[in-house]
């Protein structure tokens, strides 16, 4: 099982971006969806989880306000819309999948289940 994770890229301080998570291998909406990142030199932290049923979702502070956390049934896919980046956002960004469908907000420090590859974030002007 495998998630793939893409919109990563570069832009400049105050820009948006959205990234992607599709799961090519199962259903996503039945499963717990979270974003996770990795800066340079940092431990892993988690962004942002979405529940399956009733799609509550959960924030780290400190992206509370700028990032939203999404999913789109039909398409299998969640998204992290990302606004009013900030350098200290720069991270790989990695989403996660759990069977727990409602394991958010512990899911934003817990090993989920499934994971894909990360996409990299560069905040830079």
């Known amino acids: 099982v495998q998630l793939q994770a893409s919109g990563g890229g570069l832009v400049q301080p105050g820009g948006s971006l959205t990234l992607s998570c599709t799961a090519p291998?199962?259903?996503?909406?039945?499963?717990?969806t979270a974003w996770y990142r990795r800066a340079p030199g940092k431990e892993r932290e988690g962004v942002s989880c979405?529940?399956?049923?009733?799609?509550?979702?959960y924030y780290a502070d400190s992206v509370k306000g700028r990032f939203t956390i999404s999913r789109d049934n039909e398409k299998n896919t969640a998204y992290l819309q990302m606004n009013s980046l900030k350098p200290e956002d720069t991270a790989v960004y990695y989403c996660a999948a759990d069977r727990d469908g409602s394991i958010c907000p512990r899911g934003l420090n817990y090993n989920m289940d499934y994971w894909g590859k990360g996409t990299l974030v560069t905040v830079s002007s």
């Open positions: 979405i529940n399956s049923g009733d799609k509550s979702t």
């Open positions: 291998n199962f259903i996503l909406h039945y499963h717990a």
